[in-house]
T-cell receptor, first 116, second 114 residues
Framework: KNQVEQSPQSLIILEGKNCTLQ??????????LRWYKQDTGRGPVSLTI?????NTKSNGRYTATLDADTKQSSLHITASQLSDSASYIC???????????????FGKGTHLIIQP | NAGVTQTPKFQVLKTGQSMTLQCAQD?????MYWYRQDPGMGLRLIYYSASEGTTDKGEVPNGYNVSRLNKREFSLRLESAAPSQTSVYFC?????????????FGPGTRLTVL
């Protein structure tokens, strides 16, 4: 069964510190892995997408890594800000097959709190 | 572009009451989805519509019905609400580009069933 496991479930860090969130998956075949940020009371918004051939991708202070061999991804946040407080959801996709819902596997998310 | 919009934002129902959650997207996407999000459970797929005129069950369809009214609109109906349906409901539409899918989510509807 395809699964996406995220760790930690929750994390509290001080403003200005760095942190790393983990995502391990068993989805096969693999097409891509996407990290979403979900602010409290809002819908998830895409941060980055990683395909099989990509190891690292940055979006401002967010850097995602992917190791397709070990089926692991991480999201590193540098110099955290209060606005980074949110849930971060890892979603792994199988190859697209024409509109069906098959092949989108969601992690349960990491709840990140940045304290001043 | 409003993206994906949902109404209402909040709703309180009594057990047994019915209601319809509305969703619309103005991005001309073919596929639309309904999810529920519960603490510790993550997002779970209720129903989806791959294209106008088609709908299919997801992981947790019991107690729900859907209608794909046209390409823009996809509604979710609770015929007889139960406390177990207390949740936050998200509608999403999908952009397919370069063989990859990106979901665009609405702001959510927070539903409480007493």
């Amino acid at each position: 069964k395809n699964q996406v496991e995220q760790s930690p479930q929750s994390l509290i860090i001080l403003e200005g510190k760095n942190c790393t969130l983990q995502c391990n998956y068993t989805v096969s075949p693999f097409s891509n892995l996407r990290w979403y940020k979900q602010d409290t009371g809002r819908g998830p918004v895409s941060l980055t997408i990683m395909t099989f051939s990509e190891n690292t991708k940055s979006n401002g202070r967010y850097t995602a890594t992917l190791d397709a061999d070990t089926k692991q991804s991480s999201l590193h946040i540098t110099a955290s800000q209060l606005s980074d407080s949110a849930s971060y959801i890892c979603v792994v996709s199988a190859p697209y097959s024409g509109g069906g819902a098959d092949g989108l596997t969601f992690g349960k998310g990491t709840h990140l709190i940045i304290q001043p | 572009n409003a993206g994906v919009t949902q109404t209402p934002k909040f709703q309180v129902l009594k057990t047994g009451q019915s209601m319809t959650l509305q969703c619309a997207q103005d991005m001309n996407h073919n596929s639309m989805y309904w999810y529920r999000q519960d603490p510790g459970m993550g997002l779970r797929l209720i129903y989806y519509s791959a294209s106008e005129g088609t709908t299919d069950k997801g992981e947790v369809p019991n107690g729900y019905n859907v209608s794909r009214l046209n390409k823009r609109e996809f509604s979710l109906r609770l015929e007889s609400a139960a406390p177990s349906q207390t949740s936050v409901y998200f509608c999403a539409s999908i952009l397919v580009a370069g063989g990859h899918r990106e979901q665009f989510f609405g702001p959510g509807t927070r539903l409480t069933v007493l």
